[in-house]
C-alpha cells in the first residue's frame, strides 16, 4: 500500500508540476492571455501541498526521488500535449531516472 500511495501522489504532483508550468508556457509565450498562467500558479502553488502527503518523512528523499517521476513526465507530457517525438536516448534518460527514483524511494531499509 505504501508504494501504491506513493505512486499515486508521484502522479499527482507532476501534473500539477508539470501541468502548472505548461499553463504558465501557454499563457505568456503562446500569448494565451493571464488566466492560463494565472491557473498554472494555481496549480504550481497545489504542487507544493502534494509532497507534505508522501509517507516517507524525508524532505531531500522526496524530493529527489520526484525528480525522476518529473523528468518522465515531462516527455510524457510533451507527447500527449505537443505532439512532441522523443528519440530513444529521451526514453532511456527518463527510464534511467525512473530507475534511479525507485531505489531513492523504495529500496529497502533498516530504519
Known amino acids: 500500500m505504501f508504494v501504491l500511495r506513493s505512486a499515486a501522489l508521484f502522479v499527482l504532483a507532476a501534473l500539477l508540476e508539470i501541468g502548472g508550468a505548461w499553463l504558465v508556457w ?3 509565450r503562446e500569448h494565451k492571455g493571464w488566466l492560463w498562467a494565472v491557473g498554472g500558479v494555481l496549480a504550481l502553488g497545489a504542487y507544493g ?3 507534505t502527503f508522501q509517507p516517507d518523512a524525508h524532505f531531500g528523499r522526496v524530493l529527489a526521488a520526484y525528480g525522476g ?3 518522465a513526465g ?3 507530457w510533451g507527447v500527449v500535449a505537443d505532439g512532441y517525438r522523443p528519440d530513444r536516448w ?3 534518460g527518463a527510464l534511467v531516472c525512473l ?3 525507485a531505489v531513492i524511494m523504495y529500496a529497502p531499509r533498516g530504519n
Open 26 to 28: 501557454q499563457g505568456v
Open 49 to 51: 501541498f502534494v509532497a
Open 69 to 71: 517521476i518529473f523528468v
Open 74 to 76: 515531462s516527455i510524457l
Open 90 to 92: 529521451d526514453i532511456t
Open 99 to 101: 530507475a534511479g527514483m
